[in-house]
């Protein structure tokens, strides 16, 4: 509990220290950024993931969910359980869930980046069912300008390879090690993360991992 308010807390400073004007000014040039280099890799393809899936009501409900609520309870759920538990590997996946936040917040504050849905070219599928996260009670608790890594796959990643390697069945660890890839669908196609932003994520999940061994 104590690591995750201290992370929590270096978080809100983090968010502090951008959330001005000047901060959502260069937020917005460095999605631009974003957006060109993706165009370059040809790896620009938000717009029309989103374009497919807003249509279809019943699946933006669910990726809403698995967005705003399913991949932190999941985290931190799995967390809790290791500890009450008893589980010798608790330290461990604390540490790289904890090292995978708080390496991202750096980040955030040298180059703040707004996310896909603040773009014109981008849809937020939230304010489609009534819930705006630019709402200034909301603004209070998260960052909004911090796309670039993704901390929703970075924790996938810490996550999702954790829960592999605890599970005897292949399927399952099979599942378990693509549970990333269905995080990074969610965040882009609620227009939350642009593809390099989860990229990112993972890289940043795998590195965490790797440094906690």
Request: glycine letters at 10%.
């Amino acid at each position: 509990m104590v690591v995750g308010l201290a992370c929590y807390g270096a978080y809100l400073l983090a968010r502090r220290a951008v959330w001005n004007d000047r901060g959502r000014a260069r937020a917005q040039v460095n999605a631009d950024r974003v957006v060109r280099l993706e165009e370059r890799l040809g790896i620009r393809i938000e717009p029309r993931v989103q374009e497919l899936v807003v249509p279809r009501k019943r699946i933006v409900d669910g990726l809403n969910v698995g967005y705003a609520a399913g991949n932190l309870a999941l985290s931190v759920g799995w967390l809790i359980s290791l500890q009450r538990r008893g589980s010798p590997r608790f330290v461990r996946e604390r540490r790289a869930a904890a090292l995978a936040f708080c390496a991202a917040l750096p980040v955030f504050v040298a180059f703040p980046c707004a996310p896909p849905r603040s773009r014109d070219d981008g849809q937020d599928t939230l304010l489609h069912r009534g819930v705006d996260l630019g709402h200034p009670l909301l603004v209070r608790f998260y960052n909004p300008i911090a796309a670039m890594p993704s901390h929703h796959v970075s924790f996938a990643v810490v996550s999702g390879l954790g829960l592999a390697a605890g599970k005897r069945s292949r399927l399952a660890r099979l599942a378990w090690r693509s549970y990333p890839v269905g995080v990074t669908g969610v965040v882009v196609a609620t227009g939350n993360h642009f593809v390099l932003d989860t990229v990112a994520g993972a890289a940043l999940g795998a590195l965490a991992r790797a440094l906690t061994r």
